[in-house]
T-cell receptor, first 114, second 111 residues
Framework: DVKVTQSSRYLVKRTGEKVFLECVQD?????MFWYRQDPGLGLRLIYF???????EKGDIPEGYSVSREKKERFSLILESASTNQTSMYLC?????????????FGPGTRLLVL | GQNIDQPTEMTATEGAIVQINCTYQ??????LFWYQQHAGEAPTFLSY??LDGLEEKGRFSSFLSRSKGYSYLLLKELQMKDSASYLC????????????WGAGTKLIIKP
């Protein structure tokens, strides 16, 4: 079974803090994604990566950055956390172009910024 | 532009059948997905349609009409554990990696 893990299930941070969210997948997937999910809105893509050291902006990259130094790990960084970044953050991975059917999600990190 | 619409909430009775609709507008359709998400958990993949017609998988079926920009998820013999949100997502040909997501339909099952 594909396993996608995220470093924390719940996180509380203060405004202005630098926040790191880590995601690791164990199935050698090329593609990795970071979404945020807010009530009444669909999943919104923040950043994605289709290879090591490669990254592409999604729909809402402002206030975020990412790092992919190793294939299995994709980190989301909030440079200076703000209250409007309080949300559920979901990481996902998918195989390369040979199978674009599914994305596999981690359990999510619920972030509260005070 | 790109847009996906699905009802916000639906209620159904245990043992019954429910149909959750999804309509979409996209410039280059390249597949439609349904995911299930229980409260506080990650979405899990249910079905994928890229051609018109019905795909059946046990109690769940998914239908697609590309000409109408329309899909539905059909759940039969409803069980209490089917209470969850159901997310519709469309892949656009412009980017093979990105999915456009609907806001999800919260399904409440009553005894």
């Amino acid at each position: 079974d594909v396993k996608v893990t995220q470093s924390s299930r719940y996180l509380v941070k203060r405004t202005g803090e630098k926040v790191f969210l880590e995601c690791v997948q164990d199935m050698d997937h090329e593609n990795m994604f970071w979404y945020r999910q807010d009530p009444g809105l669909g999943l919104r893509l923040i950043y994605f990566s289709y290879d090591v050291k490669m990254k592409e902006k999604g729909d809402i990259p402002e206030g975020y950055s990412v790092s992919r130094e190793k294939k299995e790990r994709f980190s989301l960084i909030l440079e200076s956390a703000s209250t409007n970044q309080t949300s559920m953050y979901l990481c996902a991975s998918s195989p390369g172009t040979s199978d674009l059917k599914t994305q596999y999600f981690g359990p999510g990190t619920r972030l509260l910024v005070l | 532009g790109q847009n996906i619409d699905q009802p916000t909430e639906m209620t159904a009775t245990e043992g019954a059948i429910v149909q959750i609709n999804c309509t979409y507008q996209t410039s280059g359709f390249n597949g439609l997905f349904w995911y299930q998400q229980h409260a506080g958990e990650a979405p899990t993949f249910l079905s994928y349609n890229v051609l018109d017609g019905l795909e059946e998988k046990g109690r769940f079926s998914s239908f697609l009409s590309r000409s109408k920009g329309y899909s539905y998820l059909l759940l039969k013999e409803l069980q209490m554990k089917d209470s969850a949100s159901y997310l519709c997502a469309v892949r656009d040909r412009g980017s093979n990696y990105q999915l456009i997501w609907g806001a999800g339909t919260k399904l409440i099952i009553k005894p």
